[in-house]
């Protein structure tokens, strides 16, 4: 019996689930081959509440989604938080620093009034998550080690180190001595630290390492010129529900 | 395409001659590299974005071999950052098929530091449970080496022994200007050499200008073991518990730089990858390392090195004793790519190698003289010291050099205070001014003040006192390793701050910002205003002055030392402030740089008591249960809190 497996989306730009799908024709085939998709609104239309695995992309931002979420997850067997807005509570946090009636009129204008909204918040705010395939954009390589490991049986190794590490195995030359900063030193890797390979720098946008030291990256990021303000900024695009853009 | 290697157009030098050393010229290197890059892949050292690295060249104009360093180290091609391991089938009749890489490689460029780490993992690898991915690689790897002429500014390969390597490489080549000296290492060079580069033997002036090129090189190291390297293993042993672990390691991110950049560090993890059908998968290995928070935890969440303190030490000790105890190699090179790669700047095993040996050279300083004061079988009795030079300071001041009679030096920490005698006058204490780092002499800066110092105001050159001590404490040298400084000395308590701050100055890159606060009452009652004058002009000390009453010709700050520390610019988190002035200055200055939120454990003072005997028997000194002779004079502000009667 192949699981059955459901993609939800919450607040965000389902970027995720187009990434999840990022495949060759044979891994395509090959994925279709060991799960099937029940629920999948990018790709498919059919509909099933019948599922075992959930993938859940997308930040938590008003009240109507908590009971839907609250459902999926007594529905599901594994529930995993895929992209930065589910595991993280992603860019949508970013709102999260004003108040809420004013994010709504800046949004939404006069019409302000027909929509309702909250602070954003992660998947794991609201309902017990299993498992992560973090970033924005998740890296499709990582979704599938998610499956494979789900469907052999094992726990996924994903990194707890930072993304410092595989900006070395890329033999990349650091960001800070490109003149530029990064927030690559408390990242989680597991991206191959692709933006900075790609002569960027690293956003934070697959959240911290579990003990990250924000402090000693805070005192480099101002040692390499930047102020407090803008360490700070640096932090909030990506980690502002995880106490550290403070 | 191995085994073109081995075939010999040429009759090749002999190897036995291997001591024989080979001009050969440019053209000459060119067209082996050239020759090479058709038989196989060719790794070279090459250009960046301004950096170094090692990469796939395919012809020999893209080497840049005068470098410093590379970012990476060459062994990524004998050990790759994931490499797999064996390929495997699942289901109930599993099948491991091994995987081994034995593409021949040419590695062009590599400095003797990073042969004497291949060296290193060739012993690793090949000692015991050979290793038949590492043999593989290594045996179809051809090194050609070459003498580091620059070497980066954070390379110790002097003091680590890897600056010239005799074996270990295929062929070495000194740049000597208009040609190379080769050093043949392996038959498999010298057959290269023959086939390729239509070497020549070296002429008695090329290998004068080897020597002459090694030994210019050698002059570029800016930095350097304090100890000898054969003295690591036992430093390091004797200070496991040592405090520096801890304090050092504060700021580390535990993000792998260091030993991802590290030519010696080898340890990795093995992890399985299933394909998508199920069926069938890979286990490889990729790089890890010790300094990583999950290094080692294991499946239960139990982590055997779970703080940041006990991965920083164990990554040290591995590079400075574990290896050599199990493989009778140093596991560092002294290359400096992690002490270039570290972000906290906290990784030079040089740097804790030294630090270690400092502080051990402190307690042992403060060993040796607890020992003579308990061997003196006399007490009390002073040693004969000789005044050798007068220095006027102020209208009630004077510096006094002494140098003790036996010719030793005085042997003590900066803010410690000796006992001087003028025979029939009396004994009073008296902090030593100068630094131990200035010579076997000593100074006391002593105001004139009462009957004994009244009678050393006396003395004249060359007349002779009596010298008890160094007694006490002295300032927290291991505590402020590596922090920033601010130093408060109001009046004489320049007298004894300055031997602290003398000292820090001739140590001055084992410390952070150094800032000096220094005021007088009137510009007349400034101290050693010369010297002042020289720390306002380093540009590695930021210095500010002021004076409670101005006179006519001052033109700086004027107000009582407090209204200095507003004006600088203080991290909290790695400031100690050192302060030390008369009574009343103390209580001021502590609400000045609690409001900056410097801890009580980094404000540091120094404490004046009533000293008659310095050996923690009179009871002058006495605060409420504490000898400010034996415990203090120095204190911080943590442990002055619990003496209710200190400020």
């Known amino acids: 019996m192949k699981p059955k497996v459901a993609f939800f ?18 891994d395509f085939f090959d994925l279709v081959g060991v799960i099937d998709f029940v629920n999948f609104r990018e790709v498919m239309t059919e509909k099933s509440d019948d599922y075992d695995i959930a993938f859940i992309e997308g930040s938590i931002t008003r009240e109507s989604e908590i009971p839907r979420i609250q459902k999926i997850r007594q529905q599901a067997k594994v529930l995993v938080a895929m992209g930065a807005c589910a595991c993280d509570g992603g860019v949508n946090c970013l709102k999260n620093h004003i108040p809420m009636d004013e994010a709504l009129r800046i949004v939404y204008g006069k019409d302000a009034k027909y929509y309702d909204t909250m602070p954003a918040r992660p998947v794991r705010a609201v309902v017990p998550v299993d498992y992560y395939v973090r970033g924005c954009p998740p890296v499709t390589a990582e979704f599938l080690k998610v499956v494979k490991a789900l469907l052999v049986g094992k726990k996924p190794e994903i990194p707890n180190y930072p993304v410092c590490v595989e900006c070395k195995m890329a033999d990349n030359i650091c960001a800070f001595e490109r003149s530029t900063t990064c927030l690559g030193p408390v990242t989680r890797a597991g991206c191959g630290a692709i933006c900075v390979t790609s002569g960027r720098h690293c956003f934070g946008c697959r959240g911290l390492v579990d003990d990250p030291n924000i402090d000693s990256e805070k005192e480099i990021l101002q040692k390499y010129g930047l102020t407090v303000e803008q360490v700070l900024e640096k932090f909030k695009i990506y980690n502002t529900c995880s106490e550290v853009a403070k | 395409m191995a085994k073109n290697v081995e075939t010999t157009a040429k009759p090749a030098p002999d190897v036995a001659e291997a001591k024989k050393l080979f001009t050969i010229t440019r053209a000459g290197f060119k067209s082996m590299v050239d020759g090479l890059a058709k038989e196989m892949d060719i790794v070279g050292v090459k250009e960046k974005q301004g950096k170094f690295v090692y990469g796939k060249i395919s012809s020999f104009d893209e080497l840049r071999l005068d470098y410093d360093v590379t970012t990476m180290p060459p062994t990524r091609f004998l050990m790759p950052a994931r490499e797999t391991l064996l390929k495997f089938s699942t289901g109930n009749d599993p099948r491991f098929e091994p995987v081994v890489d034995t593409r021949p ?9 990073d042969i004497s780490a291949i060296a290193m993992l060739d012993k690793v690898f090949t000692s015991v449970n050979p290793d038949p991915n590492y043999i593989a690689r290594r045996k179809n790897t ?3 080496a070459v003498d580091t002429l620059s070497p980066s500014s954070k390379s110790f390969a002097n003091a680590m022994g890897t600056r010239i390597v005799e074996k270990g490489f295929d062929l070495l080549l000194t740049d000597i200007g208009t040609s190379y000296v080769v050093t043949i290492g392996s038959k498999k060079g010298a057959d290269l050499l023959a086939k390729y580069a239509a070497p020549k033997e070296a002429a008695g002036n090329d290998i004068a200008m080897q020597k002459e090129v090694r030994d210019e090189a050698l002059s570029k ?3 350097s073991l304090d100890i000898p390297k054969e003295s690591l293993l036992k430093l390091l042993e004797e ?80 590079k400075g004793k574990y290896i050599f105890e199990k493989y009778g190699m140093a596991g560092c090179v002294g290359c400096g790519r992690c002490a270039n790669a570290c972000l906290a700047e906290i990784a030079s095993p040089l740097e804790a190698f030294n630090a270690i040996a400092e502080s ?39 510096a006094f050099e002494f140098k003790l009679k036996s010719g030793k030096p005085l042997r003590h920490r900066p803010g410690q205070f000796v006992e001087i005698s003028v025979p029939g006058i009396g004994e009073a204490p008296i902090s030593v001014s100068s630094s ?26 060359g007349a002779a006192v009596g010298i008890r001590g160094p007694f006490g404490n002295g300032f927290p040298l291991e505590a402020i390793a590596g922090k920033d400084l601010l130093f408060l000395c109001a009046g004489i308590g320049l007298f004894p701050l300055r031997s602290l701050i003398q000292y820090v100055l001739d140590k001055r890159d084992a410390y952070s910002r150094v800032i000096i606060l220094s005021a007088a009452r009137t510009p007349a009652d400034m101290m050693f205003t010369n010297e002042q004058a020289e720390w306002s002009k380093r540009s590695d000390v930021e210095f500010l002055n002021t004076v409670d009453k101005a006179d006519a010709n001052w033109k700086g700050n004027v107000g009582v030392i407090t209204t200095l520390i ?45 000293m008659k005997c310095g050996v923690g028997k009179c009871g002058h000194c006495q605060i409420n249960g504490v000898y400010v002779c034996q415990e203090g004079p120095v204190f911080n502000l943590a442990q002055l809190r619990s003496l209710r009667e200190a400020v």
């Open chain 1, 9 to 26: 989306d919450f607040t965000g730009c389902e970027g995720c689930q187009l990434d999840a799908l990022n495949l060759s024709p044979e």
């Open chain 2, 105 to 113: 490689m040419a590695i062009i460029g590599v400095h003797p530091y």
């Open chain 2, 142 to 144: 051809i090194l050609i």
């Open chain 2, 221 to 223: 190291y800016t930095i």
């Open chain 2, 239 to 318: 200070n496991y518990d040592n405090p520096y672990w801890e304090s050092r390691s504060k700021t580390c991110l535990s993000c792998g730089s260091c030993v991802m950049v590290c030519p010696t560090c080898f340890c990795f993890d093995v992890q399985d990858d299933v394909a998508l059908n199920l069926k069938e998968g890979e286990r490889f290995r990729r790089w890890d390392g010790c300094i990583l928070a999950d290094f080692a935890r294991v499946a239960t969440g139990e982590n055997f090195r779970h703080d940041k303190a006990s991965r920083f030490r164990h990554r040290i000790f591995r």
């Open chain 2, 360 to 398: 051990a050279r402190a307690k042992e300083a403060a060993a040796r003289i607890m020992k003579e004061v308990r061997a003196q079988a006399e007490l009390y009795v002073p040693q004969p010291a000789k005044l050798v030079k007068i220095t006027t300071l102020g209208a009630k001041e004077k």
């Open chain 2, 436 to 461: 131990p780092t200035r010579g076997d002499t000593f100074q006391l800066a002593i105001r004139n003040v009462g009957n004994i110092t009244n009678a050393i105001h006396d003395l004249k050159e």
């Open chain 2, 566 to 610: 507003p004006k600088v610019k203080i991290d909290p988190r790695k400031t100690v402030a050192v302060v030390v002035g008369p009574p009343i200055m103390y209580r001021f200055a502590i609400v000045e740089l609690k409001k900056r939120d410097i801890p009580d454990e980094n404000i540091v003072m120094s404490l004046e008591r009533r």
